[in-house]
Structures are given as C-alpha cells and as structure tokens.
C-alpha cells in the first residue's frame, strides 16, 4: 500500500525558507514522476512543481526561481525547497505521486499525501 508522508510545514515570516519533504512508502518513482499541490482557503488545488524519474522539473510561474523540488531516490523521498516565501504562498501543501494507468498508458495522480500547513506571515 502506498502511502506519502509530509512533513517540513510551519509559520514563517515573509523572505523566510522552508523545505518540506516527502516520505514515499510502497511506491517505486516511475516516469509518471510526483509533484507537489497547494490548496489556499478558498481556492482551488493548483501544481506548484512537479519532476519526472529522469530529473526534469517544471514549475508554477508564481512560484519560479523560489522554489526547488528534488528527489533522493535511494530515499525515496520528494523535497520541495521554498525561498523567499510570499504571504500568497500560505497553503495546504499535498504531495502526489503520479502512476501509468495500466491499460491505456497515460499518467494520473494515483496517491496524495495528508497535506502540511505552511503559513507565511507579513
């Protein structure tokens, strides 16, 4: 059973850092890759980053040149390094492990995570 566990979250004043990690168990990386989701009060879940098993990464533009994922495969674990955080980036943050669908190939978010508060003060 796979399962995905964040951690990393808390309070920070703006132009603070924080790294939140995720811990995947069950799961082996694949092509399909993960990423990381935030959900803010009121809004919709939007992908903030996301990288494939070959290392290509791609980002949220509200969240480029802030923000780097990375991944120890050895470890199993899905980093999500945030600089200069901005009262705006104060979310819900979901990590996600994608999958191939088994008949028709495509690539889907399978498993979340329980999601970690990060909350960015003024």
């Known amino acids: 059973q796979v399962q995905l566990v964040e951690s990393g979250g808390g309070s920070v004043q703006a132009g603070g850092s924080l790294k939140l990690s995720c811990a995947a168990s069950?799961?082996?990386?694949?092509?399909?890759?993960m990423g990381w989701y935030r959900q803010a009060p009121g809004k919709e879940r939007e992908l903030v980053s996301s990288i494939s098993s070959d290392g290509t990464t791609s980002y949220a533009d509200s969240v480029k040149g802030r923000f780097t994922i990375s991944q120890d495969n050895a470890k199993n674990t899905l980093y999500l390094q945030m600089n200069s955080l901005k009262t705006e980036d104060t979310a819900v943050y979901y990590c996600a492990a994608r999958a191939r669908h088994v008949v028709y190939g495509y690539c889907y978010t399978a498993y979340w995570g329980q999601g970690t508060q990060v909350t960015v003060s003024s």
């Open positions: 069950g799961y082996i990386f694949s092509r399909c890759g």
